[in-house]
């Protein structure tokens, strides 16, 4: 693996870092925010800034006018994109869209693609993906799905409950896993404005960057016509595969701009901050504290970019990507922990931006896959037990 990266890449990385830093970061104390993540108009108004200089949806289809990034290309953009936490929303690489844009690139039908990608790689639109479900449904487990789908004519019937879905509240389209009679699992495809899906309630939750917050979805008698299925039917499982993997990734990514905003606050800090007679940095407890993040953040950007590479090498990358989230989520954790320390009362409070990084960044050891799961599949394939 070659580590320089192009000339051509490298001059994208600085644009991006300089749209951040000069449209996007001014715009992170716009009170059109919430709990439940940024607003729509102030979405529509990042995404206008983005598309005006080339950067929307970098990660699309090139017959969509995008760049169609590699995977190692989309390490370096969406890093710089998040920096910023409204910087991927503004390119358009924020999840759930940005798995969903890769799955339908992959799977879906020339007449899939017009209707719900087509709109949705130009930011016109958001989306959600359906899985999650309460217990004793579907979670960390994908094969405890309950939500069902019977075929009924020319239309499959699905009924069930979703929850933790993210963009559901607002989103244009579903995509929707549901449970086959013969056991197996298949993805669909629906506008969330039809008579069968509810969103029951958007969900408190620790983190706040994502258009539309988290929500509880109710599917009743919700009528799917047989074009709409996304691919083959029963191949839901392996799709789901085809998101993830690259998925989990992305979202080492973003997070791991998040990181490094934190950490270079913090060491802003730490190098004019008076404590004891001396800058605050010279202080061992901290400065050992920024050399650990050093350390952290560069074993994370190691991890993504390997494991970038082999997809890029047509590999599934399943095992490796599963270690690349968990040290990954890990690791920035870490970071961000620290800075809160450094930072001490700037660190919880909104007087810097470390806090909203910190409550955010703890929801990622949780969701695609807690730590524990992760680490659990890749014991059974280290010892044989699963291939």
């Known amino acids: 693996m070659n580590f320089s990266l192009s000339p051509e890449l490298l001059s994208l990385q600085e644009k991006v870092r300089e749209f951040i830093k000069t449209e996007i970061i001014p715009m992170e104390n716009d009170p059109r925010q919430d709990a439940h993540g940024p607003h729509e108009s102030l979405k529509h108004e990042l995404i206008e800034k983005a598309k005006k200089i080339g950067l929307l949806t970098p990660h699309g289809p ?20 998040g920096y910023s936490t409204l910087g991927p929303i503004a390119l358009n690489v924020h999840a759930p869209d940005e798995g969903n844009i890769h799955l339908l690139s992959e799977v879906a039908s020339p007449e899939q693609k017009e209707r719900w990608l087509k709109p949705l790689v130009e930011g016109k639109i958001r989306s959600c993906f359906a899985m999650t479900e309460p217990a004793p449904g579907a979670g960390a487990d994908p094969s405890m799905l309950n939500t069902t789908a019977v075929l009924d004519g020319n239309d499959y019937v699905i009924n069930g409950t979703k929850w933790f879905i993210t963009g559901a509240v607002g989103a244009s ?18 506008d969330m404005d039809v008579l069968g899906i509810k969103v029951v309630r958007q969900m408190e939750a620790l983190d706040s960057c994502f258009t539309g917050g988290h929500a509880v979805v109710e599917f009743n008698q919700l009528r799917v016509p047989k074009e709409n299925v996304l691919g083959a039917v029963g191949k839901g499982f392996r799709y789901a ?20 905003r934190a950490n270079d606050i913090a060491v802003e800090y730490a190098r004019n901050r008076q404590a004891f007679g001396q800058v605050l ?49 890990e690791a920035q954790w870490r970071v961000v922990d620290r800075c809160v320390q450094i930072l001490g009362g700037q660190g919880v409070t909104g007087e810097t931006i470390v806090m909203r990084i910190f409550k955010d960044l703890r929801a990622f050891r949780i969701y695609d896959g807690p730590s524990e799961v992760h680490r659990w599949s890749m014991a059974r394939k280290i010892l044989n037990l699963k291939k």
């Open 173 to 190: 389209f579903a995509i929707i896993m549901a449970k086959m009679e013969d056991g197996s699992a298949t993805m669909f495809l629906s």
């Open 281 to 329: 940095g010279t202080h061992e407890g901290v400065g050992f504290m920024l050399a650990d993040n050093d350390m952290d953040l560069q074993t994370a950007r190691l991890h993504i970019w390997h494991t970038a590479w082999l997809l890029d090498q047509g590999e599934k990358g399943n095992f490796e990507s599963s270690r690349a989230k968990t040290i990954c989520a």
């Open 241 to 260: 595969q085809v998101r993830l993997a690259p998925a989990r990734l992305t979202h080492c990514m973003r997070w791991l701009g998040q990181a490094r």
């Open 62 to 81: 090139k017959e969509y006018g995008c760049l169609a990034l590699s995977h190692v290309e989309k390490a370096i953009v969406f890093e710089e994109a």
